[in-house]
C-alpha cells in the first residue's frame, strides 16, 4: 500500500510540475492581453484565445473596469466594418471593445450582453453603450443557424464556449454557470496551459493550409482587390437561401428577441445605437429577405424613437457593389466611412456630460 501511495505521489507531483511549466511557457510566449478596459474580438488569431467566441467568453472580464464604454455587438461584418483600431482614435471620452463574432444572429448577441453585463456591477453597467449592429442575416433562429452534427442543436457558439471547459453545464433549463463570473480571470489562468496545447495545435495546420493553398485567411491588400464574379454571387444568394431557414422571411422570435434586448438595455440605465448595416446592391435587390427586414426594422426603430438614450443609424447610402469584398463585408477603405459615422453619432451620445452617467477615470479621456 504504501507503494502504491508512494507512486500516486509521484506521478502527482510530476503532472503538477509539468502543469506548472506548460503554464510559465505560455505566458511567456503568449501574455496574458493588458487589462485596459477594452476587448477587441477581431484581434483574436494574435492572442492565446485564437477565435473571436473563445476571446468574448475568456477576454470578458476586462470589462469590468469602471470606464465609460463603447461596446459593438454583433456578426462579422460588425468586426470588419466598425473596426475598434479605426473608431477608438476618433472617440473623445470612452474606450472602445469589438465583441462582433461571425455567424451571430439576435440570440447570440443577447446571450453576449449577458456575459458582458455578468462582470460589471449596476454602477459600472450604467457606462456602457452598446452599438447593435443589424442586417437581415441575422434574423433567423438558433436551432437553424446553428444545426451543425458537431453541437446540440441550437447552441450558438458563445454555448460551445461555455461548455468546452468546463464554465458552465447544460441543463433542460440551459446553461447553468459552474465556475462564477467573479472567478472567471482564475478560471482563465487555469486553463492556460490546455489552450497553449490547442493554439500549437491550430498554428500548425494553419501552416499546413498556406503551404497548400487552402488557407481562408485574407489580408486587407486582399480583401480591398477582391471582385466578386456572377457565380460567386449566385452561390452567396443559394447560401443564404439555404441558411435562412425560409423562402423568403425573417424569423420573428428574433425580431421579438431584439426588442426585449433593446429596451432591457434602457430600461438599465445604458444606451443603445441601432445601426442597419448596409450591403451591397447587388445582394439587396436580389435578396427575398431584404423587404421583410426593412419592415421589421422600421417597426423597432418607431417603438423606441424619441427616447434619450436610444438612436438609429442609417447607412443604406453605402451600398456601392465595389465597395464590399464579398455579399456582405466592407472593403478596408469602406470600413473607414463606416467608422467614421459612427463616431459622429457616439461622440454626443457618450460625451454629452449628462450627470446621469457617472464620470470615467482622468484615464478614460482621448484614448490613443
Given at each position: 500500500m504504501k507503494l502504491i501511495l508512494k507512486q500516486a505521489a509521484l506521478t502527482f507531483v510530476s503532472f503538477a510540475t509539468l502543469y506548472l511549466i506548460v503554464l510559465?511557457?505560455?505566458?511567456?510566449?503568449?501574455?496574458?492581453?493588458?487589462?485596459?478596459?477594452?476587448?477587441d474580438a477581431q484581434a483574436a488569431g494574435g492572442t492565446?484565445?485564437?477565435?473571436?467566441?473563445?476571446?468574448?467568453?475568456?477576454?470578458?472580464?476586462?470589462?469590468?473596469?469602471?470606464?465609460?464604454?463603447?461596446?459593438?455587438?454583433?456578426a462579422s461584418n460588425i468586426g470588419n466594418g466598425f473596426r475598434a483600431t479605426m473608431v477608438q482614435?476618433?472617440?473623445?471620452?470612452?474606450k472602445v471593445s469589438n465583441l462582433g463574432?461571425?455567424?451571430?444572429?439576435i440570440s447570440q448577441v443577447n446571450q453576449i450582453i449577458d456575459l458582458v453585463h455578468e462582470v460589471q456591477d449596476g454602477a459600472t453597467r450604467k457606462l456602457n453603450t452598446f452599438v447593435i449592429g443589424v442586417w437581415y442575416g441575422m434574423f433567423v433562429d438558433?436551432?437553424?443557424?446553428?444545426?451543425?452534427?458537431?453541437?446540440?442543436?441550437?447552441?450558438?457558439?458563445?454555448?460551445?464556449?461555455?461548455?468546452?471547459?468546463?464554465?458552465?453545464r447544460r441543463t433542460a433549463n440551459g446553461s447553468v454557470n459552474v465556475v462564477p463570473a467573479r472567478w472567471l480571470d482564475a478560471g482563465v489562468a487555469a486553463i492556460r496551459p490546455i489552450l497553449l496545447l490547442e493554439k500549437a495545435a491550430?498554428?500548425?495546420?494553419?501552416?499546413?493550409?498556406?503551404?497548400?493553398?487552402?488557407?481562408?485567411?485574407?489580408?486587407?491588400?486582399?480583401r480591398e482587390a477582391?471582385?466578386?464574379?456572377?457565380?460567386?454571387?449566385q452561390d452567396a444568394l443559394v447560401y443564404w437561401l439555404q441558411g435562412m431557414g425560409s423562402n423568403d422571411q425573417i424569423s420573428q422570435e428574433q425580431v421579438a428577441l431584439l426588442i426585449r434586448t433593446v429596451d432591457r438595455l434602457l430600461n438599465a440605465g445604458e444606451q443603445v445605437v441601432l445601426a442597419d448595416l448596409p450591403i451591397p446592391a447587388w445582394h439587396r435587390d436580389a435578396s427575398p429577405y431584404y423587404p421583410a427586414y426593412q419592415e421589421a426594422l422600421q417597426a423597432i426603430v418607431q417603438q423606441f424613437d424619441g427616447r434619450r438614450a436610444f438612436k438609429f443609424m442609417r447607412m443604406s447610402d453605402l451600398d456601392g457593389n465595389e465597395d464590399y469584398s464579398d455579399e456582405v463585408h466592407a472593403k478596408p477603405h469602406l470600413a473607414?466611412?463606416?467608422?467614421?459615422?459612427?463616431?459622429?453619432?457616439?461622440?454626443?451620445?457618450?460625451?454629452?456630460?449628462?450627470?446621469?452617467?457617472?464620470?470615467?477615470a482622468s484615464s478614460g479621456s482621448v484614448v490613443r
Open positions: 510559465g511557457v505560455s505566458f511567456a510566449v503568449l501574455p496574458a492581453p493588458a487589462q485596459n478596459g477594452v476587448l492565446l484565445y485564437m477565435t473571436s467566441p473563445k476571446y468574448v467568453f475568456l477576454g470578458r472580464g476586462t470589462l469590468s473596469s469602471a470606464d465609460r464604454k463603447v461596446i459593438m455587438v454583433g482614435p476618433l472617440m473623445l471620452c470612452s463574432v461571425g455567424g451571430t444572429n438558433s436551432e437553424v443557424r446553428y444545426n451543425d452534427a458537431d453541437r446540440n442543436r441550437g447552441d450558438t457558439d458563445i454555448d460551445i464556449e461555455r461548455y468546452r471547459y468546463g464554465f458552465a491550430r498554428t500548425m495546420r494553419s501552416m499546413a493550409d498556406r503551404l497548400t493553398g487552402r488557407s481562408r485567411d485574407h489580408t486587407d491588400a486582399e477582391a471582385v466578386m464574379t456572377d457565380k460567386q454571387k473607414k466611412v463606416w467608422s467614421a459615422r459612427l463616431v459622429e453619432i457616439l461622440n454626443p451620445l457618450v460625451c454629452n456630460g449628462d450627470s446621469e452617467r457617472s464620470p470615467i
